[in-house]
């Protein structure tokens, strides 16, 4: 059994290193999602954020402007984890008879 | 149950460091528009600032800061600070969290936008820090109740 444990784990460990090794390089601007637009001449999601995220918020901080405003439904979804792990905390640690 | 510390330095100390802490918490919320930070951070350092009263002082004087009843309701209001502009976004005619469509924020709609992240920032601070000191509470609380 501790074999097979053994060999999951190589395994899964295996697949992940193959994937890191199918990323693009970093910062290789000629790499197709590095690029500002796409082949057929689209701007991409991040050059859109880039170019106008101070004109759609006045903000400079352009990662906030992505964090709260674009991408909202995300961070949403972030703050009802954290809540929910508060939540979870609660019911399984508190005691208090019912 | 943690138990206070008999060393009156470190009582002084933690009631010392944590203003300090917290008025750096609230400009890292307030802040978030024009540097790093934002929300989640400034909620994660005014968290730590109530719990490092809690672990020098004990639980009677960290209630005094705040209140342990408080923790899970006020996490949930965080939360619902964030849900309920999205939905106020809804219910005024624009698509979930689109700021621009919330006339009580300011006038024009890139200002309404830029409120409508400070809002919600807010909201996830609130929601952020009680959460944390609340899972505290929870672990430190005494077997007797």
Redesign the interface.
């Known amino acids: 059994m501790k074999a097979l444990r053994f060999l999951i784990l190589f395994a899964v460990g295996g697949v992940l290193l193959w994937g890191v090794t199918q990323l693009p390089p970093r910062g290789d601007a000629d790499h197709p999602i590095h690029r500002a637009r796409t082949g057929a001449g689209d701007t991409v999601a991040s050059t859109y954020y880039i170019e106008n995220a101070y004109?759609?918020?006045?903000?400079?901080?352009m990662?906030?402007?992505v964090?709260?405003?674009y991408r909202?439904?995300d961070?949403?979804g972030?703050?009802?984890v954290?809540?929910t792990?508060?939540?979870a905390?609660?019911l399984i640690?508190?005691?208090?008879?019912i | 149950m943690i138990v206070k510390s008999s060393s009156p330095i470190v009582s002084l100390g933690a009631r010392t460091l944590s203003p300090v802490i917290q008025l750096y918490a609230f400009y890292v919320i307030a802040h978030g528009h024009y540097s790093p930070g934002g929300g989640f951070q400034g909620g994660a350092l005014l968290a730590a600032s109530i719990i490092l009263v809690r672990l020098s002082s004990g639980q009677r004087i960290g209630d005094m800061q705040f209140n342990k009843a408080l923790g899970t309701p006020l996490s949930s209001v965080g939360a619902l600070i964030y849900a309920g502009t999205g939905i106020v976004a809804l219910l005024l005619g624009g698509n979930f969290l689109q700021y621009a469509e919330i006339p009580l924020l300011g006038g024009d709609p890139v200002m309404r936008r830029n409120m409508g992240i400070l809002l919600v920032e807010l909201g996830v601070a609130l929601a952020v820090t009680v959460t944390f000191v609340s899972i505290y509470d929870d672990l430190t609380e005494p077997d007797d109740d």
């Open positions: 004109k759609d918020a006045e903000t400079p901080n990662v906030t402007v964090l709260a405003d909202g439904y961070t949403l972030e703050t009802v954290v809540f792990a508060g939540l905390c609660y640690l508190r005691r208090r008879r």
